[in-house]
């Protein structure tokens, strides 16, 4: 580990530690807020495992390497159920997931030491290190949870402690009473078993439900960072009362800091920046090619991410779906979770053969950007986790979506209500959906006339979320907020 200087003597310049979650939805975020801050000369110290450092290496500009220290940290070797090398929860099966918080949770000596010998003005952490903030208090750090949620999905998903909290399904199929205004953000019946699995799960083993990490982390930082701007969520952040971000009071008391009673700052939604010059794999090359031979804004665009496995009914009919739509489709096929995944999906038999006219199957790593940003590309058939959205919407393309984990049926219905995705319809209570619908869900948002709503509205989303002007704006003021408060 590389020891910095105690920055608080100087003014300007910060250290800042870094310490997200071991998801890459969550490290991805970190590290791209982390380059912003290092832009801007102040340095930071990334903490995470070796593995999933050595994965984002490769995001790292050579610019901004002396600036950026990655800490490599081993999770605690021991009886603890993980395959060798499971380092991210996508390198295991969901249900194994609970034992790599119980790892996670581990590594509390080592981030001690660091500290400690580090001396940061601050640390900004995700939401599963409970035990942190009273560390990071006792040695004198000032703490902020950087949430890579938005701001719809942690007012809805109010930690326990206060007088109003939630047991049932029930009680998550409408919002709850401490949300003042009218919101349609509430799960579906079939989507709260997410809930129940993952966010409120009992202990098990040793690890500590979700529910009580984000209520620790709130109760003890100092402030509340969420990747996401007033454009889209002013009624959970605050209102700018028609001020620009970078303008100050750069906010006013929203829900969010009326429920936590401290400030809660939008760090913009860090959208994506693709560098101006891409090195031409013969991956990138093979997929141009084909892209290149389809007209403009034709093909569906079919990715479920590193988090989201359907399962094999589901599998078929999304693929028969999409056989039944005649539509050309590029579609980055995952059929596993992880490795040690024993339970692998595969596609319908002669599906390939029979669409091999209009359409690929990828079946490895793709430079998803360069391939969204493609103008062939008109729709996306995807999940709405929160980095999936913002990346759609920076290249203005619509999205037909499907819920299968975490906070997506909260974010599902934030697009719904501003219409720039449309969610295929599904049995609300098992979730249950059919290929017809598939094959109906992307000709309406890709072709009809009913769908032009979900792609002019999209396009002006981008006008937000790829504004760079507007969105570094957010950045300053949150730079401006870590110098002010050290």
């Not at 998903?157 to 047991?167: A, D, H, I, Q, V």
Request: charged residues 25%; negative net charge.
């Amino acid at each position: 580990m590389t020891n910095f200087k105690n920055n608080n003597e100087d003014e300007t310049n910060l250290h800042v530690v870094m310490f997200p979650w071991l998801a890459f939805g969550h490290m991805v975020p970190y590290l791209e807020l982390s380059k912003l801050i290092a832009q801007k000369g102040h340095t930071v110290s990334f903490i995470s495992t070796p593995r999933n450092i050595d994965r984002l290496l490769p995001r790292l500009p050579e610019n901004l390497s002396s600036l950026i220290n990655f800490v490599k940290l081993s999770l605690p070797v021991g009886d603890n159920k993980l395959p060798e090398d499971g380092e991210a929860t996508t390198d295991v099966p969901f249900e194994l997931i609970p034992y790599l918080k119980i790892a996670y949770d581990g590594l509390k000596v080592p981030v001690t030491e660091f500290l400690e010998s580090s001396k940061p003005d601050w640390v900004l952490q995700d939401f599963a290190a409970f035990w942190l903030p009273p560390i990071s208090r006792r040695l004198g750090i000032k703490t902020g949870f950087f949430s890579a949620f938005n701001g719809a999905t942690l007012g809805i998903l109010k930690p326990p402690g206060f007088e109003e909290y939630r047991t049932s399904p029930a009680d998550f199929m409408k919002p709850p009473k401490w949300v003042p205004f009218e919101t349609p953000v509430a799960f579906k019946l079939f989507e709260c078993r997410y809930i129940f699995k993952g966010f409120m799960a009992e202990t098990t083993e040793g690890n500590i439900p979700d529910i009580h990490r984000v209520g620790g982390i709130i109760d003890g930082c100092d402030v509340i960072f969420v990747r996401s701007c007033y454009e889209y969520e002013a009624e959970w952040l605050g209102r700018k009362n028609g001020l620009f971000p970078h303008e100050k009071p750069f906010f006013r008391l929203g829900l969010m800091q009326d429920l936590h009673r401290k400030p809660v700052i939008p760090v913009g939604v860090l959208p994506p920046k693709p560098e101006e010059k891409f090195e031409d794999t013969d991956t990138w090359l093979t997929v141009k090619k084909w892209l290149d031979s389809r007209k403009s804004k034709s093909v569906v665009y079919v990715a479920f991410g590193s988090e989201a496995k359907p399962s094999q009914t589901e599998l078929n009919e999304i693929a028969l779906g999409l056989e039944l739509s005649g539509l050309p489709f590029f579609w980055v096929l995952k059929t596993r979770r992880g490795p040690w995944d024993t339970e692998p999906v595969e596609l319908p038999e002669g599906f390939e053969e029979r669409t091999a006219d209009r359409g690929m199957v990828w079946r490895g790593w793709v430079e998803q950007l360069r391939t969204l940003s493609h103008d062939s590309i008109g729709l996306v058939l995807t999940h709405p986790g929160w980095g999936t959205i913002i990346e759609a919407v920076r290249f203005a393309k619509p999205m037909a979506m499907l819920v299968f984990v975490y906070d997506q049926g909260l974010n599902a219905r934030v697009i719904e209500e501003k219409k720039i995705g449309y969610m295929i319809p599904r049995d609300e209570t098992e979730g249950f959906f059919t290929r017809e619908s598939v094959a109906k869900s992307l000709r309406l948002v890709m072709e009809e006339d009913e769908g032009e709503v979900y792609r002019e509205n999209v396009k002006e989303m981008k006008g937000v979320f790829g504004d760079m002007d507007r969105q570094d704006h957010y950045v300053d003021s949150f730079l401006d907020y870590l110098v002010a408060n050290r």
